[in-house]
């Protein structure tokens, strides 16, 4: 009975994307390409944020003459979304026209073009901005073994629709080349969400509204922890004794008090109980806080393990360390090794706290400068959201030819 379950739901499944396809085909007759219209969606629909929100809030400000439309699925909390921003819900009647009209559409992650009911126009461009930069996790191509033949098969038409995509240093370019079946434009101008790391003048007014929500004291010294993903869903991997870390990260900080910031992947929220992570006064759960990048700016320190935070941090010339217990378990294929990084490795809290006692700030920030040049190339300068519209405005169905 199991088995005809599965079979009928997925059967049904077929039907009702068979029928949305149909129904996408017959908008598309009836409706035309419109000029300037621009329908953005991150992490599949779920988020307003990464690399669309950041270009979004660029062309609020620059490109007002714009319509910009972001996508949504139901429940998604929209607090944060600029009133100017029209929201639609995914696979509504409003989602269908927009899909089909919009001239250019702007992602982070791959699209099943046959499950989201969209097949390309003529005129319509598609900005594909990943969610990611330099990566230490090897990702697409380099694990094709592991992702399976739907992501593959998936990845790969996604590649061929696309017009462009982005990049904020040499090796992240050469990784879209090599890895990401994508063989089209790629604008070397940097990241959207990395151009807050260039606007000083608004990292004290994140902190200042932190401050306020979360009640942190204006004195109090901040270090971001953030650890990536485990598909075991354990906690285990995410343990540290604050107890003996934040007394040593007090005194490397000259005395000042120090304030936790625990971030985890947003995929473990709900699933899995964190309370025995918060085994100390000082630690805070931004788990849910609307912007990973915030977060970043506002920070005195990160500490991460595999996640390609450490990447976009290290933008910010501020001291970033690595806590990993499970190396060899975790291991999914890495671009470096851990001895090439410039972030200092701990795999206990032993090894951790003797790091942060020992640490050198001028020999961190020469071997992370000689990192950030030689081996990434690094490309940012704080203009990724204003090249891209640019390229919009250049590409445009409206613009003189």
Same mark, same amino acid.
């Given at each position: 009975m199991k088995r005809v379950g599965s079979v009928i739901a997925w059967g049904l499944n077929r039907a009702v994307k068979l029928f949305g396809n149909l129904l996408s085909m017959l908008v598309r007759m009836f409706v035309d390409v419109k000029p300037g219209m621009v329908l953005c969606w991150a992490y599949n629909y779920k988020q307003y944020g990464c690399n669309p929100r950041y270009l979004t809030e660029y062309?609020? !400000?620059?490109?007002?003459?714009? /319509?910009?439309?972001?996508? *949504?699925?139901?429940?998604? +909390?929209?607090? =944060?979304? +600029?009133?100017?921003?029209?929201?639609? &819900? *995914?696979?509504?009647? /409003?989602?269908?026209?927009m899909v089909a009209s919009a001239e250019f559409l702007v992602t982070n992650s791959r699209t099943d073009s046959w499950h989201v009911y969209w097949h390309k126009r003529p005129e319509q461009k598609y900005l594909m901005l990943w969610h990611g930069g330099a990566a230490l996790k090897q990702v697409e191509r380099d694990v094709e073994d592991r992702l399976g033949y739907s992501y593959v098969k998936k990845a790969k038409r996604d590649s061929r629709m696309c017009d462009l995509m982005i990049s904020g240093c040499r090796a992240n370019t050469e990784l879209i080349r090599r890895s990401f079946w994508y063989s089209g434009e790629i604008l070397e101008r940097g990241i959207p969400r990395n151009d807050m790391f260039f606007k000083k003048e608004?990292?004290?007014?994140?902190? =200042?509204?932190?401050?306020?929500?979360?009640?942190?004291?204006? +004195?109090?010294?901040?270090?971001?922890?953030?650890? @990536? *993903? &485990?598909?075991?869903?354990?906690?285990?991997?995410?343990?540290? %004794?604050?107890?003996?870390?934040?007394?040593? #990260? $007090?005194?490397? *900080?000259?005395? %000042?008090?120090? @304030?936790?910031?625990? &971030? #985890?992947?947003?995929?473990?929220?709900?699933?899995?109980? @964190?309370?025995?992570?918060?085994?100390?006064?000082?630690?805070?759960?931004? @788990?849910?806080?609307?912007?990973m990048q915030e977060l970043l700016c506002i920070s005195d320190m990160l500490i991460t393990d595999y996640s390609s935070s450490m990447f976009d941090y290290a933008m910010l010339r501020r001291p970033?360390? #690595?806590?990993?217990? +499970?190396? $060899? !378990?975790? %291991?999914r294929g890495y671009y470096y090794n851990f001895n090439e990084l410039p972030f200092p490795l701990a795999r206990n809290v032993e090894q951790l706290v003797a790091i942060i006692d020992e640490f050198d700030s001028e020999k961190y920030k020469s071997d992370l400068d000689a990192f950030?040049?030689?081996?990434?190339?690094?490309? $940012?300068?704080?203009?990724?959201?204003?090249?891209?519209? $640019?390229?919009?405005?250049?590409?445009?169905?409206?613009s003189p030819k």
């Open positions: 062309l609020l !400000e620059h490109h007002p003459d714009m /319509e910009i439309v972001w996508v *949504f699925r139901r429940g998604v +909390d929209l607090s =944060q979304v +600029d009133s100017r921003i029209r929201c639609v &819900r *995914f696979r509504s009647w /409003e989602y269908l026209k608004l990292h004290h007014s994140v902190r =200042q509204n932190i401050n306020r929500q979360y009640g942190i004291a204006p +004195d109090s010294r901040i270090v971001l922890y953030a650890p @990536t *993903f &485990r598909h075991s869903g354990s906690i285990e991997p995410y343990r540290i %004794d604050w107890h003996a870390v934040i007394p040593r #990260l $007090e005194k490397m *900080f000259g005395g %000042d008090n120090v @304030t936790i910031f625990l &971030r #985890l992947h947003p995929n473990l929220i709900g699933k899995a109980d @964190t309370r025995p992570l918060m085994n100390h006064p000082s630690v805070v759960d931004m @788990t849910r806080y609307h912007d970033c360390l #690595l806590y990993a217990t +499970d190396v $060899e !378990e975790y %291991d950030l040049q030689n081996r990434l190339g690094l490309m $940012e300068r704080g203009v990724a959201a204003k090249a891209l519209a $640019e390229w919009m405005m250049s590409h445009s169905i409206a």
